[in-house]
């Protein structure tokens, strides 16, 4: 889907081709899947078509196709097939632009393209660093209650700029939420059988809560 498959040479003709089948694909034929005589085929949006100001009159069967037409209808049909692994990726899960960006590009994607995308995507309001900063930090202290120094960890290894990181951290993880956080934790470690006050203060050092709140939990217990 959205992919070209040129036939060899065909990146750069020297004389017109002749369109020998063009057909709408998609749930309500919002895509046009256009084959050349060369061999190559190009699944495009209908619609894009039109804003780019390409002769859709031409791209029906018997049609001929300039050199710099298909020129332009390749790198269209390279950016939609982009555009759509991209969205695909961020309907399946948050993600930043830094790991937006690796796995487009270990696609095999040009890099010039890619940032353009991204640029695009978040002045769409699709692409947006701090809002999955947040909304992963949220989860996780819910789910798994640590310290500030391995969210922001976690955040890094997510690709969130290291100033974000910590900004949305300490936003969120204001010394209060902190301390129910490690409470939660606490409560749940000492249900286990055996946990001394030694492993207890170990195992929150681990999920990063500082000594000093350590000290201050387990001096009662």
């Not at 190559?40 to 780019?52: G, Y």
């Not at 989860?139 to 974000?164: C, F, I, M, S």
């Not at 910590?166 to 956080?181: G, M, T």
């Amino acid at each position: 889907m959205g992919k070209l498959e040129p036939a060899e040479g065909s990146s750069s003709p020297s004389a017109n081709l002749r369109v020998v089948a063009a057909g709408q694909s998609g749930t309500i034929g919002e895509r046009l899947k256009i084959t050349l005589s060369d061999g190559s085929s190009f699944l495009l949006p209908a619609e894009a078509l039109l804003q780019q100001g390409l002769p859709v009159g031409d791209l029906t069967p018997g049609g001929e196709i300039a050199p710099e037409v298909v020129q332009r209808l390749e790198e269209l049909a390279q950016s939609y097939a982009l555009r759509s692994r991209a969205l695909r990726l961020l309907g399946a899960s948050a993600q930043t632009a830094a790991g937006l960006r690796r796995k487009l590009l270990a696609r095999g994607a040009a890099p010039s393209a890619v940032q353009a995308l991204l640029e695009s995507l978040a002045r769409e309001g699709l692409l947006d660093d701090r809002a999955f900063a947040r909304g992963w930090v949220q989860n996780r202290l819910e789910r798994h209650p640590e310290g500030e120094r391995l969210l922001v960890a976690g955040l890094l290894r997510r690709g969130v700029g290291r100033e974000l990181a910590r900004e949305v951290v300490a936003e969120l993880l204001d010394p209060q939420a902190e301390r129910q956080s490690a409470v939660r934790l606490l409560e749940k470690l000492g249900r286990r059988a055996g946990m001394s006050r030694e492993r207890l203060a170990a195992a929150l050092r681990r999920r990063g809560f500082s000594r000093h709140l350590i000290r201050e939990l387990l001096e009662d217990r």
